[in-house]
């Protein structure tokens, strides 16, 4: 699976969330792991109470530090500075990947300002659209202190479409390293969390889209089976379930009422997934959902298929 994972930092305790993550992960693979500082242009010393790195040398002596604190011996830990400034932080991190070739970038979601200048949005999604590699995003505690990770018990929301399984396969490929349970779910909408047009089509369509709305539960019951078969005839756990609703109510409901500790979620980057990343469902999800997130991106394994 993963060998070698990225996990970019700027001095402060909400960017140190992601370690643990990236010590267990380290752990369970045999991976290396690389800790990244990219100097940020302009950057203030502080902001908020906060520390922020803002040179070359106090750099590298944070990453030492850190690199001894959380990793032991037998992890194999690089350490690597950035020194031009940059402005784009998001673009420095998936092209660090790129060139590392860092198979996970492992990072924080929330901030104030360059790593911190985001609550998911900005800079995470950024990342994610930009990076060919997955992302996984994890909440700082109340406290700053580094997150406890699990990977027992993880939720692979999906939507039919074959191109959109990479992050089922993510999650079957982690769940037999970490011998965990999965849950897919897919989510098919009521009548009254239709948006945009087709909310438009069912105020004058309104027996039609009952019918196909009843249609596309059977076909997404047909569709999990079928791939809930394969999981267990390879062994995993598995259990899978469709749900009415809007998409981010359904992933959160489930990850509720089924303990999930990770959910993992293909996308197609900057093109956005349309049944999970359309409007304000991003931000939604990450704010609702109060686990890590594994964002497996799809478009550009499709676009490197092509060539």
Known sequence: M????????DGSRLAEAPLAAALSLARAMGAGVTLLHTVEKSAPREIHGERHLTGQREARDYLREVAARVFPPEIQVEMHVHGDEVKDVARSIAEHAAELRADLIVMCTHGRGGLRGFMFGRIAQQVSGLATAPVLLI?????????????????VPLDGNPDHEEGLRVAADLARLCGAELYLVMAVHTFTTLSGEKAATAKMLPRTTHALLDLAVLEAEKYL?????SLQAEGLSAAAGVRRGDPVSVIVGAMETTGADLIVLATHGKTGLDAFWSGSTTPNLTTRAAVPLLLVPVWKKRMSESL
């Open 225 to 229: 089976s079928m791939r809930l078969g």
């Open 2 to 9: 993963f060998k070698h994972l990225l996990v970019p930092l």
């Open 139 to 155: 909440h700082p505690s109340a406290e700053g202190a580094p997150a406890v990770f699990s990977c027992k018990r993880m939720l």
